[in-house]
């Protein structure tokens, strides 16, 4: 098969089409034919060498796929060949086939393809992990992202508005806000023009959830904007994790500091993850509340232009790349 390898760490130059022997699916896992896969910030990270793949785990990049499933191995009984999926990986997206969990693949939701299903399970499983189960966002309370028209970001928007809390957003330009707003942000900062931590104290309380993959002088800023008992969670450190920090004010506000990686948590983590966004989301996506925001798709050859693109920030919602 063909697939993209990192022949060492640095910029996406190093992104190179080689071939490989197509992966065995062991017990509990299924072998999936490519249709698509998403681009993510991790990726980016560990093409320069700050995310080194788990042990065990393929040493290409790429983290969710779309795809048909080819093969199963042992003790697989949810799944057979022929099923249309989309899947949460630990590493070997970026090729024409990769190996999934079987606890970590869901069906394409209905109304959508299966390249646009691609785009759902790392941003998704993050999210609904981070936001909904570690952030407890309830109705009515207010989520700040930032980063609102990233994959994440979107995805965030979208599935809070459409659970009923108040999203506000930060983005850095005047198209980024307008799409934060057309995706159910009520509120948006831009970034380069704008002191969030003012906005959002012009018109409420504070954030009840922060979900942050800033960092940097973001740390300091989110405790000033969090509401009382508010939850600040920290999902990537894209401004630095070594920051200076009152911490008084999260004793005064009895605020909760957390943070969380998905890739690598245990398979059983992940699937109990996998088993509350089929029950809670899905039904969303077949409904059309929540729907994947695509920006570009790449040919896999293209990975290297992918991976500029991201690093450049000028996309609104996500990266995939085609077989």
């Given at each position: ?9 640095g ?24 249709a ?10 560990q ?29 697989v009984h ?10 949460l990986?630990n590493?070997g ?10 606890s ?15 785009a759902?399970?790392e ?9 909904f ?5 309830k109705?009515?309370?207010?989520l ?11 995805t965030?928007i979208?599935m809070?508005?459409?659970f009923g809390?108040?999203v ?11 799409a ?13 023009e ?16 922060i ?6 002088d973001?740390?300091q800023?989110?405790?000033?904007a969090?509401?009382f008992q ?17 911490l008084?004010p999260?004793m ?12 690598s ?21 077949a ?5 994947p925001?695509?920006h ?7 990975a ?20």
């Amino acid at each position: 098969m063909n697939c993209i390898e990192i022949s060492t760490p640095g910029g996406p130059e190093v992104l190179v089409v080689a071939k490989r022997a197509l992966p065995q699916a062991d017990s509990g896992q299924v072998l999936i034919k490519v249709a698509a896969a998403g681009v993510n910030r991790p990726d980016v990270f560990q093409r320069q060498g700050g995310y080194p793949a788990p042990p065990g785990a393929s040493d290409l990049p790429g983290l969710e796929v779309a795809g048909e499933v080819v093969a199963c191995g042992s003790d697989v009984h949810t799944l057979q060949p022929g099923d249309q999926v989309c899947a949460l990986l630990n590493g070997g997206g970026y090729a024409q086939y990769a190996v999934a969990e079987a606890s970590l693949c869901l069906p394409v939701p209905t109304g959508l393809s299966v390249q646009e299903a691609a785009a759902l399970p790392e941003t998704v499983f993050t999210v609904w992990h981070n936001v909904f189960e570690r952030g407890t966002l309830k109705k009515g309370q207010i989520l700040l992202v930032h980063g609102g028209t990233s994959g994440i970001g979107t995805t965030a928007i979208q599935m809070a508005h459409a659970f009923g809390a108040r999203v506000f957003a930060t983005a850095g330009s005047t198209e980024k806000c307008q799409a934060c707003r057309e995706l159910g942000a009520e509120q948006v900062f831009n970034y380069h023009e704008e002191d969030f931590v003012a906005g959002i104290k012009d018109v409420s309380k504070g954030a009840n959830v922060i979900l942050d993959m800033v960092g940097g002088d973001y740390v300091q800023k989110n405790i000033r904007a969090a509401a009382f008992q508010g939850r600040i969670i920290s999902i990537a450190f894209l401004r630095g994790s070594k920051v200076e920090v009152d911490l008084t004010p999260m004793m005064l506000k009895q605020l909760v500091l957390t943070g969380s990686t998905l890739r690598s948590q245990p398979v059983e983590n992940k699937a109990g993850i996998a088993i509350a966004v089929r029950e809670k989301v899905w039904p969303l996506l077949a409904q059309g509340k929540i729907k994947p925001v695509i920006h570009t798709v790449f040919k896999l050859d293209q990975a290297s232009d992918a991976h500029r693109l991201m690093e450049s920030n000028a996309h609104i919602g996500k990266l995939l790349l085609c077989p």
